[in-house]
Every structure is written in structure tokens, then in C-alpha cells.
């Protein structure tokens, strides 16, 4: 992991940060429900993922800036799917595709990682570079989507 940012696991603590990231006007475009999500939906969403044993969701931290969220979502043993969603003072920095290896390589401390994959929005260029040049693989392509893969080895 680089030595200047720092992973853990996300608490509640980073709830309302989360919810601020999750209603920027760009995040919510390249999700797949793209409507405001209000503070009572998101505390109750946020309590239930913390208690899920397949849901891992972490935070990066560059000193006490917070920088991203990433949760792997586990959908069948040892495969998962991942969802970023980056603070947006810190995009365009360039980070992502290191703080993606940190997020994989942390899961890795303590779940056994085979296969992850990545769904993300035909029209999100950066997020489909970033998943390329972190070694996912292009799987396909339907209407609004495309898929990549990444197979884990130990």
C-alpha cells in the first residue's frame, strides 16, 4: 500500500462525507440511479451495509482528507463486484488506479479474491481507463453499460 494514504474500513463515521460525494451533479451521472439520495435513505442504507458480511465497503485517506470510497460487494464466494466512488476535490489527480490496487490488495488481507468485476457507464471514459489500466479485462457491452473483469491471482 503507498505509505502516504492510508485504507480502512468505512464506519459511520463516514456517512455524511459519503452522501456528499454520492449527490455531486457528476457522481450522480455515472450511476446507475442517478436521483439525489436524501440523508434518512442513505443512514439506513449505510447501517445495513455495515452489518452485511458480504459487503465491504473501505475509505482512503491521504492524512485526515478523505479521498475515496470503495465497496466490494461479494456476490458469489471469493468473486466480487466494486463500486468507487471518489471525493470530487480529489479527482484529477491522477490516484485511482493506484488507490484501486491498494483497495484489491487490503481486500486481499483478509478475503479470499478471485474474480472481480466492474460495471460502469458507457459514457464514464476516465472510469473504463482506469479499470484497463489496472488490469481488468473487457467482457461486453449492452446498451448503457460495459463490463470488465479481473481475475485475482494469489
Known sequence: MSADITIRRADLTD??????????????????????????????WFRYAMKDDRRNIFISQFGDDKICMVRFDEFELSRFDVSINMNPSWRGKRL???????????????????????????INIASKKIFIASGFVFVREDDEYCVYEKVVVS
Open 15 to 44: 456517512m455524511s462525507d459519503t452522501l456528499e460525494w454520492r449527490n455531486d451533479q457528476l457522481t450522480r451521472q455515472m450511476f446507475r440511479d442517478d436521483s439525489e439520495v436524501f440523508p434518512d435513505d442513505n443512514e439506513k
Open 96 to 122: 485511482s488506479k493506484r488507490v484501486l490496487a491498494d483497495y484489491i490488495e487490503f481486500l486481499r488481507t483478509f478475503k479470499t479474491v478471485e474474480l472481480i468485476t466492474a460495471e460502469v457507464k458507457n
